[in-house]
Structures are given as C-alpha cells and as structure tokens.
C-alpha cells in the first residue's frame, strides 16, 4: 500500500459483500449491490483488491458499467430493493 493509498471506511463490510458476489448469481439484489459498490469505490484513492474484485464480478456476469447501471435504474424503479430497516438510510459514499 502507498502512501497515497486509503483505507475505505466501510472497507470491513464491503469486503464481505464482494466476497458474498463473488460466489453468488446476478439476481437482482446483488446487481444492485453490485452497482451500489460500484458507485461507492469509483475513485476511490485505494482498496484495489475490492475494485478489482469487482471488474471480476462484472466480467463473470457479462456486464458493461453501462449495461450494469442500466439494469439497476429499472430494478429501482420497479420498487425498493432493500427490505427491511434501512429503507430511509442512504448508504451510497
């Protein structure tokens, strides 16, 4: 690691979540994971295991960033995804 590089403060639980990706199918919770994940490290100055685990993710699942967004925005649109107590907390940076 530079000394350029950061460390993602939700590097813990996010670590988990790829590892859950890289062994699950694209069903629609996980693509939105997936696009939520990539949102989040877009950029980001370190954590290039799980940037790269994710190029990982979207080549195993035949998906362009492009194709991936588009995907999400319709699963969105549909309803909520995420079920339970999160509903109103926003968890995208």
Do not use: C
């Not at 996010?14 to 062994?23: A, G, K």
């Not at 950029?43 to 979207?58: S, T, V």
């Amino acid at each position: 690691m530079s000394n350029q590089d950061q460390k993602h403060p939700q590097y813990k639980s996010d670590r988990v979540t790829v590892e859950n990706l890289i062994q699950a199918q694209p069903t629609e919770y996980n693509l939105a994971e997936l696009a939520r994940l990539k949102i989040r490290y877009r950029g980001f100055p370190g954590a290039w295991d799980i940037q790269n685990d994710l190029e990982k993710i979207m080549q195993k699942w035949q998906l362009t960033e492009e194709t991936l967004f588009e995907k999400t925005r319709e699963i969105h649109a549909k309803g909520k995804v995420y079920k339970g107590g999160k509903e109103d907390q926003e968890d995208w940076l």
